[in-house]
């Protein structure tokens, strides 16, 4: 059985909570309280961001309520979220869910890598974006961009070299004879499969974006 979740008038203050943190706005769309949020809710930060441009034009009565009582009082919507967050699952959601299975979807792109808990399928993304903007020679930890890309990542630059040198075998282009043993083949092989063979310009742009979670 999968539990699905809908939008209930009570994540209209968890999403306020989210939008009023400074600066005040509506929040890039992968910055890290938007997917803490969309992970806690299992609602995608798509959905999360068309619902935070509903408040930024109060579109509706219920919104505009909310922004009267909570907009100028920051520790009453704390309150109040810290309050349902208690009630949710009867304070143990744990036990209250269990064996129920969850369907996730985008989730996983934000999980540790199993066979690497520092990377994510998110974070593979990034390196594959870096892997299109160089060459082969310059695909070493020493090169300025490698290095700032693993300081984004909290890794190490030899972690994004490995993982360059992985994609390598994954580019029938180079046509890579030697083998290369490393648990990441198949996050790397999969991550290739999803976004190598499109428009590197959308790569480019969905990069930027999922950057901002690290921001």
Known sequence: MARTTTWIDDY???????????????????????VDLSLELHISPQQLRARMEQVAKLKTPRIERLMHTYANQPKKLRRAVRLWREMKGYGNEAAFYEGVEVNETFERDFRPLSEDTRLTPVALVLVLDLYFRLTPITMVAQTPEVAQLARLLKVSATDVEDVLNIYQHCDPYLNRRDVVFSPLVLPCQQVWQRYANGDPRQLEELAEELSQYYK
């Open 12 to 34: 209209w203050l968890l999403l306020m909570e989210v939008y009023l943190r400074r600066p005040v706005g509506v929040k890039p769309l992968y910055s890290r309280d938007m």
